[in-house]
């Protein structure tokens, strides 16, 4: 058939590329990453809405999940991360309507930096600003050629801006732990012994204090007169970014990783100008934090069962919930907990009611009673999404679908228990 190419925004990984186009007729992405283009090309889906494996209609299916909320003491709302802002506003007064638990994918990656923000604040700033201005980029425990493919292209090695014009004008730094992908294309690459992130930059900041007399001749794996050598590096640079990812967020330290981190940031601020930012992962991950901190005051780890707010990582996250078995129905939006969760946490997921929606089967959908296709946002449904700079884009609806968008079954969803509880 004929191509009929439109402007979309790929709603895959958290760089939000919009600058893509899907081919209307063909059911086909242009332009994409490898990631990208397996969302936006035909793919396996759930078929139609079903009750313990029998098929039904949108409207029997959704009364049944109110049922299962309304009846439940106290249920866990997990997911969002793949989803637009409509649809989690809803979700966040629904799970306080419920008086459940909400939390969030971010929960298993992410969640120590926001930790780290709310002690320290973020010296932060947009991709724009990245591609435009930094001609210096260190990639710490991050690995942008694998899960944000086109991002060094668009905005962080190889883009040229108003100020970076050539490759050769801005120096990447890659720091991880193994040689990866993205190492290949740095022009220094740090390798540190597992859970050494914390010293690591401790050094670097008594380093540039002047202190250096205090750093042994190495640390966490790296000599020292390499630290000094990146140390000097970034003093110099005009504008860095440190884009961390979960090497950092999720090894010994964790959420301390990202205050030492932010720490020397401020550092290097009374000297010249740099950022820090996470390499965010799901498409709207941002979202699924900024949308019931808007509502809700909290970004995860919400817990709604007292009637008000209450927010405490390691106790309402849902990993924690589950295997303590503190939740008695659960409803996963636009995630795969059973794919990734620990053991312990899918033994109780399998002994609940389970609610799923989502576009696509996964193994998720092998424990749950209630299972509602939805509708794909940025190819079948519209909607706003935060890009992982927390810059806003509205993603497209290009193809009519007879699958519910996940705001229209959340609406629904909501009404129906609203008829329940009277
Ligand atoms: S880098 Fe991310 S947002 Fe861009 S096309 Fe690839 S998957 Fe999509």
């Avoid at 079903?50 to 949108?58: L, Q």
């Avoid at 637009?84 to 969640?111: F, W």
């Avoid at 294309?185 to 992130?197: S, V």
């Avoid at 010293?199 to 001749?217: N, T």
Wanted: glycine share 8%; net charge neutral; with cysteine.
């Amino acid at each position: 058939m004929a191509e009929e190419l439109v402007n979309v925004i790929c709603t895959f990984c958290g760089s939000v590329c919009d600058d893509v186009l899907f081919d209307v007729e063909n059911y086909k992405g242009k332009k994409f990453c490898k990631l990208g283009s397996g969302k936006f090309s035909p793919k396996e889906r759930i078929k139609s809405p079903m009750i313990d494996g029998k098929e039904v209609s949108y409207e029997e299916a959704i009364e049944k999940a109110a049922e299962i909320l309304v009846n439940a003491k106290r249920p866990l709302l997990y997911g969002w991360a793949s989803t637009v802002n409509e649809a989690i506003r809803l979700g966040v007064i629904l799970t306080e309507k419920v008086g459940g638990i909400y939390d969030q994918c971010a929960s298993v990656c992410h969640a120590p930096g926001t930790l780290a923000l709310i002690e320290e604040g973020v010296p932060g700033g947009s991709l724009g600003e990245i591609k435009n201005r930094a001609d210096m980029v260190v990639f710490w425990g991050s690995n942008p050629l694998e899960a944000h493919p086109r991002h060094p292209m668009r905005y962080s090695v190889r883009a040229k801006g108003l100020l970076i014009k050539d490759r050769k004008d801005r120096k990447v730094v890659v720091v991880d732990v193994r040689k990866t992908k993205s190492a290949n294309m740095a022009d220094l690459f740090i390798k540190i012994k597992p859970g050494y992130d914390y010293p690591i930059i401790s050094a670097l900041r008594a380093i540039i204090k002047g202190e250096e007399s205090a750093v042994p001749s190495e640390v966490g794996g790296v000599k020292k007169e390499l630290l000094k050598e990146l140390a000097d590096m970034m003093v110099n640079a005009k504008y860095g970014a440190v884009l961390y990812g979960l090497g950092v967020t999720q090894s010994r330290g964790r959420d301390r990783n990202i205050e030492n981190a932010i720490k020397l940031i401020q550092l290097l601020n009374r000297k010249t100008r740099w950022i820090i930012w996470p390499m965010r992962g799901h498409y709207n991950v941002v979202g699924a934090g900024e949308v019931p901190a808007w509502e809700a005051g909290y970004t995860y780890a919400i817990d709604f069962s007292r009637g008000y707010p209450r927010f405490s990582p390691g106790e309402f996250s849902a990993n924690e919930v589950l295997q303590r078995k503190d939740c008695d129905a659960a409803l996963i939006i636009a995630s795969d907990p059973v794919a990734h969760f620990p053991r312990a946490s899918v033994a109780h997921l399998k002994k609940i009611p389970v609610i799923q929606i989502d576009p696509f089967p996964n193994m998720t959908t092998l424990v749950s009673n209630v299972v509602i296709p939805s509708a794909v946002a940025g190819i079948e449904a519209e909607g706003t999404a935060y890009r992982m700079d927390g810059i806003p884009f509205r993603v497209k609806k290009v193809v009519e679908t007879e699958y519910w968008s996940d705001e229209q079954i959340l609406e629904k969803m909501l009404e129906k228990v609203d008829q329940l509880m009277g």
